[in-house]
T-cell receptor, first 114, second 109 residues
Framework: DAGVIQSPRHEVTEMGQEVTLRCKPI?????LFWYRQTMMRGLELLIYFNNNVPIDDSGMPEDRFSAKMPNASFSTLKIQPSEPRDSAVYFCASSLVETEYEQYFGPGTRLTVT | SQQGEEDPQALSIQEGENATMNCSYKTSINNLQWYRQNSGRGLVHLILIRSNEREKHSGRLRVTLDTSKKSSSLLITASRAADTASYFC?????????FGQGTRLTINP
């Protein structure tokens, strides 16, 4: 398996623009997680899905952030409009209940909002 | 706080020495996991220890868990330059993981 795939790897955009981050989890995994990592706040869980259904979005910072999982092999995290404080590395991870929620992380998307 | 707190925040040792990192927490857990993150990369799972286990080994890694003290430790023996990374403990509760701030480990040649 290729592991968790994220795209793009780097994104530079101007304030006010819409940003869409993409994730393909490991085939067969039933949980998908979106995280944000910054030096100041560390690794924060934004939202997670189970069998494509959002379970907990309490970590989503505000209404500008939204996430979808239309099928078991694809998820998106959208920021609209983007702000400089959204600059961070965004990770997607997937897991399987049978392995006690051991998570497999993608390489991350480094987002810079100018 | 529901997250684990790693100690120390940073650790620098000579190659060949052992490195010990600690994680303390305040809530109940199902299991505790340790992850490594190399600079610019995603996190990689190292080892999982269940709440009813006290010690686990994996290669040069040894993890202990003391649920009475709500603490865990990760020992890396015979460190190598390639072990330079950040190490995170993660508490598993209700299907999700809560990560600590991590320990930055530097192995000097």
């Amino acid at each position: 398996d290729a592991g968790v795939i994220q795209s793009p790897r780097h994104e530079v955009t101007e304030m006010g623009q819409e940003v869409t981050l993409r994730c393909k989890p490991i085939s067969g995994h039933d949980y998908l997680f979106w995280y944000r990592q910054t030096m100041m706040r560390g690794l924060e869980l934004l939202i997670y899905f189970n069998n494509n259904v959002p379970i907990d979005d309490s970590g989503m910072p505000e209404d500008r952030f939204s996430a979808k999982m239309p099928n078991a092999s694809f998820s998106t995290l959208k920021i609209q409009p983007s702000e400089p404080r959204d600059s961070a590395v965004y990770f997607c991870a997937s897991s399987l209940v049978e392995t006690e929620y051991e998570q497999y992380f993608g390489p991350g998307t480094r987002l810079t909002v100018t | 706080s529901q997250q684990g707190e790693e100690d120390p925040q940073a650790l620098s040792i000579q190659e060949g020495e052992n490195a010990t990192m600690n994680c303390s927490y305040k809530t109940s857990i199902n299991n505790l996991q340790w992850y490594r993150q190399n600079s610019g990369r995603g996190l990689v799972h190292l080892i999982l220890i269940r709440s009813n286990e006290r010690e686990k080994h994996s290669g040069r890694l040894r993890v202990t868990l003391d649920t009475s003290k709500k603490s865990s430790s990760l020992l890396i023996t015979a460190s190598r330059a390639a072990d330079t990374a950040s190490y995170f403990c993660a508490l598993e509760r209700a299907q999700k993981l809560v990560f600590g701030q991590g320990t930055r480990l530097t192995i000097n040649p």
